[in-house]
């Protein structure tokens, strides 16, 4: 008798739609993370809403890579923080401001239209106030 062979998937069929979410969002949450890794070294980079940003995709992405960044030492606080009371820590709230403020007068010194200008600070007041309105322990 011979075995009954079932076929494996079709190596010529596009990616199901889930798979292909799922890579995308740990790109994103990798760009993130990396973004977020830079501004531990720049104080000009924020580094909160970038591992914020990180800790989201992963939870869509990869399971064990957001377990990996809730575990670090450096990242898992800021996430642990934020989710259990919506807490930024007044360091990190120090350095997103500052870097609103460089890349508005950096828009300024460029030479940036005035109109870009004055969206770019209406969009920084609404995140410098929102940053500064959640609680800081």
Same mark, same amino acid.
């Given at each position: @008798? ?18 292909? @979410?799922?890579?995308?969002? %740990? +790109? ?18 924020? /580094? /909160? ?20 960044? /809730?575990?670090?030492? !450096? ?11 919506? %807490? ?6 120090? @350095?997103? +401001?500052? #870097? @609103? +403020? ?5 828009? %300024?010194?460029?030479?940036? #239209?005035?109109?870009? !200008? ?7 007041? +609404?995140?410098? #106030?929102? %940053? ?6």
């Amino acid at each position: @008798m011979k075995p009954d062979l079932q076929p494996g998937p079709d190596p010529s069929a596009p990616p199901e739609a889930g798979t292909v @979410m799922r890579a995308l969002w %740990v +790109c994103v949450g990798s760009v993130s993370l990396a973004l977020g890794a830079v501004g531990v070294i720049l104080p000009l980079l924020p /580094t /909160t809403p970038f591992v914020l940003l990180a800790a989201f995709a992963f939870a869509r992405g990869s399971p064990r890579l957001r377990g990996w960044l /809730t575990g670090n030492r !450096i990242f898992g606080p800021i996430i642990a923080d934020w989710e259990a009371r919506g %807490v930024i820590a007044p360091r990190y709230k120090a @350095m997103a +401001c500052t #870097a @609103m +403020c460089a890349v508005l007068l950096a828009s %300024v010194l460029g030479g940036l #239209a005035w109109r870009l !200008i004055a969206v770019q600070a209406v969009f920084m007041f +609404c995140a410098a #106030a929102y %940053v500064l309105s959640r609680p800081s322990r």
